[in-house]
């Protein structure tokens, strides 16, 4: 637990950097140029969980090999030769999003950034940068986790030295959004040195994607893609109907929300590779005992995050009269994003149990709903309605993962008791936020904060307490609790 709770921090950093980012673009390029500067953060996302979802499968190839008793040596060789095999369908697939980066995103004739541009520049970054999946598959191996948030800490800190720089002397956004590939080709040299110095035998691996695991690292890539696609349709509807500018009001309020991801982007490395840790001794612990009380502390978490971003904006909007009060679907917002951050919780859990294609069945049926509603008439949807729609395509890919680990459960009421403690009260405030007085509403979400975060002290308090009996844990567990 103390391991988690010091990565959670460090995680906590990356994305506060982020979040000034987003104060120090917006006030030096006005809505147009961060409209702009919002669609590198798209496609930076997508390039993270390719990236991700490529150590997973690294992960999942090892603990398989594993399982059939080949050594650490031989099963780490199997890993790394997916990772390096997936040095083509990275560059394929690259190519064919700078083709298309202009069909997503036309080109913007106030800073003369379009889609393909940010593509090619992300595509740069990550390519230089591509020896960092190996070493991120050594260091979680060795269960390294705050060695790697605190690299993946440097190398943000990094990208926004060399953005903001470059921001600061020339005032160009364009130039700006280039000069962040020297984070790749420095990330990338750093990984390159410490993989010989540390993994040597690493170096010989050869480049080949065994067949046997292809279908699980597609299944986690294709899963990841479609969340970003779900997650980011009401931009490109907005952008294409309303203009860059309306994008760039969207995109402010859409990432600063967002924030509550330096908790979302930890289950990739730390809680995949926990439950698969109990496999290699056929020792899976069941879904819902991954830890006491993880599930519901983790949606009390995201349910005070929710209601500590609903007490911000009517304060805004009450007292200050700025920038939120005009955007009518900023509750809606604030309650998809904490919908689908705590989802991709479930994501991993399902996925670390053999349940990816169900996951990615789930991902589509909300990314058709989303898409559908978008569809019915773009000229009269109006930016609040674009909000709720997003928000309902949340809440049904929440219902549909649920549904989804009910099947490797034992305890199915208890598996529900999470989605209550989130959902209901998400959805009391935000449908009853237009009509409640202000102040009111002010004092429900001060007073929900404060409540959740006292919860969330006592069960904290509680899982930091040394055990007073015998553990019958596993492997995975006893990590976690360290």
Known sequence: MKTLLSVYGINALAFASNLAAIFVFFSLAGPSGYGSYGIYIVFLAIYYLWETSLVK?????????????????????????????????????????VA?????????????????????????????????????????????????????????????ASAWGVLLVTGSVYWAVIAITAKGLVIGGI????????????????????PTYLASTLSFFAAAAAIIVMQELPSLHIDRTYGREALGTYRL??????????????YPTVL????????????????????????????????TYFLGVCALITLERSLLEGYFTHIPYAFGVAAGVSLLGYSRFLIETAQAYGLGRRVLAATLVSIAFVAIVLAMSPSEITLAEVGWAWLFGQLLF?????????????TQIRTFMDATILVL??????????????????????????????????????????????????????????
């Open 57 to 97: 499968g690294a992960l999942f190839a090892r603990s398989e090999e594993k399982c059939k008793g080949l050594s650490d040596r031989d099963a780490d060789a199997v890993a790394l030769a997916s990772i390096n095999g997936s040095l083509l369908p990275f560059v394929l697939g690259s190519c064919l999003l």
């Open 100 to 160: 298309l980066g202009n069909f997503f995103y036309p080109l913007d004739s106030a800073t003369g950034i379009g889609g393909q541009l940010i593509v090619a520049v992300v595509t740069i970054e990550h390519l230089l940068s591509y020896p960092s999946n190996r070493l991120v598959f050594h260091l979680t191996v060795a269960q390294k986790f705050r060695t790697i948030y605190t690299f993946r800490l440097a190398a943000t800190l990094l990208r926004h």
């Open 191 to 210: 990984s390159v040195w410490w993989i010989a110095k540390r993994y040597a035998y690493a170096e010989g691996m050869r480049f080949r994607l065994r």
């Open 253 to 266: 309020l859409y990432d600063m929300v967002a924030a509550i991801w330096f908790l979302a982007t930890i």
């Open 272 to 303: 995949f590779s926990y439950l698969l840790s109990g496999r290699e001794g056929n020792k899976r612990p069941k879904v819902s005992q991954p830890a006491p009380y993880f599930f519901e502390g983790l949606a009390l978490f995201h349910l």
């Open 398 to 410: 929440f219902v549909l993962l649920k549904l989804i680990l009910l099947s490797i459960t034992t």
């Open 425 to 482: 009260p998400i959805l009391v405030v935000t449908i009853c936020e237009g009509v409640l007085n202000p102040l009111f509403l002010l004092a429900i979400s001060v007073t929900g904060v404060c409540v959740g975060l006292a919860t969330l002290l006592v069960m904290l308090r509680r899982g930091l307490e040394p055990e007073s009996r015998v553990s019958t844990s596993t492997p995975g567990q006893d990590q976690l609790r360290k």
